[in-house]
């Protein structure tokens, strides 16, 4: 199980930061990932850690999205930086590949 929060409304060029707390599983072993979802479009990835705390991003994200894990409070974290109103979305995690269940998720809203 996955439980997300931290999102909110915030201005273009603003900044949050996301957490997400897993259970259910052994935290240390997958990869982790943290993916967004707008109504109408499929769910994407945009940020990937492994338990090795490698990371990689989506294009989109890359130099304002920064991903982290704590391993023994079985948290994930994602700091988002310079906000454009494209990131707007429901932000989930999940292990990377994703397993069948996720979160509520937590909305990002970035508008003037």
């Known amino acids: 199980q996955f439980a997300e929060t931290g999102g909110g409304f915030v201005q273009p060029g603003g900044s949050l930061r996301l957490s997400c707390v897993a259970s259910g599983f052994d935290f240390n072993m997958p990869s982790m990932a943290w993916y967004r979802q707008t109504p109408g479009s499929e769910r994407e990835l945009i940020a990937g850690i492994t338990n090795r705390d490698e990371v990689e991003y989506a294009d989109s994200v890359s130099g304002r999205f920064t991903i982290s894990r704590d391993n023994v409070r079985n948290t994930a974290y994602r700091q988002m930086n310079n906000l454009e109103p494209g990131d707007a979305s429901v932000y989930y995690c999940?292990?990377?590949?994703?397993?069948?269940?996720w979160g509520q998720g937590t909305r990002v809203t970035v508008s003037a």
């Open positions: 999940n292990m990377r590949p994703p397993g069948a269940s």
